[in-house]
């Protein structure tokens, strides 16, 4: 590997936008690290898909829930590379709960919170440590939209409202030595934890999407190869929404639902 290769680490890579967002960095010519966790074959395939397109790069299992698998994972890639330059937190390792809130047993809550955020607390203080002695370093945390308020999944937006504020800390705390933190919060993508959406559900989203579709994950992939680039190194501490537009389509569609009384988007 080219010294002057830059040293990928994604979390949960073997599939969905994680697996996308390890083509993409491939792609750019970056050594990329598939971790994952339990589908090595999955895990393969990315590796495959990379080194085809002219990439190099090696799938690793690792639970990032655990910490001392953590500290393996990033020992050997430090000891092998001798850097991470950019870290891709993006394992999700809890299925969010659904329901009414006076339903929701602790346990599925606090599972939830573990979830989302104990696979980000380890990776970023083993990574962390080892970009300040370099005083370089990318780090893009991969949320949701649903830190928005969800009805019906109060687990997951607190979750994923608590990823987003962990990310502006670190950022806040890497700064000084060289480091920067930026989230990239997911809409409803075209993916393994949309699949079990009703029709219904996915047309609503797709229908007021700029594109008329769910966001494919290659087109999450893109942004977060975008953001941890060195051309962005002027922005950290920042959530940066890819939702195909679909905020803002929905403010747009409600003011001129307003304005003219409720005919907005009608024949």
């Keep these: 590997m080219s010294d002057t290769r830059r040293v990928v680490l994604i979390s949960g890579a073997g599939r969905g936008i994680g697996a996308a967002t390890a083509r993409e960095f491939g792609r750019r010519g970056c050594h990329v690290i598939v971790n994952y966790l339990s589908n090595s074959e999955a895990a393969a395939v990315v590796v495959k898909d990379i080194e085809s397109a002219g990439g ?25 590379h001798g850097r991470v ?13 659904y329901g009414a809130f006076a339903s929701l047993p602790w346990e599925s809550f606090a599972a939830k919170l ?7 607390y380890f990776l970023t203080q083993r990574v962390l440590a080892a970009m300040r002695e370099r005083r370089a370093g990318r780090i893009v945390y991969v949320s949701s939209t649903a830190a928005d308020v969800i009805t019906g999944s ?7 409202a608590a990823l987003n504020t962990f990310s502006r800390q670190i950022a806040a705390e890497a700064a000084r030595y060289g480091v920067a933190a930026n989230t990239v919060a997911s809409g409803a993508a075209n993916t393994d934890a ?11 989203f797709g229908e007021r999407s700029v594109h008329g579709r769910l966001p494919e994950p290659e087109d999450v992939g893109r942004l977060i190869a975008l953001v941890a680039d060195d051309g962005f190194a002027g922005a950290t501490g920042q959530v940066i929404r890819a939702d195909d537009g679909f905020n803002l389509l929905t403010q747009q569609l409600d003011g001129l639902a307003a304005r003219f009384g409720g005919s907005a988007g009608q024949d």
């Design 56 to 80: 190099t790069a090696q799938a690793v299992r690792a639970d990032v829930c655990d910490a001392g698998q953590v500290g393996t994972l990033v020992d050997g890639v430090l000891a092998e």
């Design 85 to 97: 330059d950019v870290l891709v937190c993006n394992a999700n390792t809890a299925a969010p709960p």
């Design 114 to 120: 573990t979830g989302e955020l104990a696979g980000v």
């Design 154 to 160: 109060i687990a997951h937006s607190t979750a994923t």
């Design 194 to 204: 949309t699949a079990f959406f009703p029709d219904a559900i996915r047309q609503y």
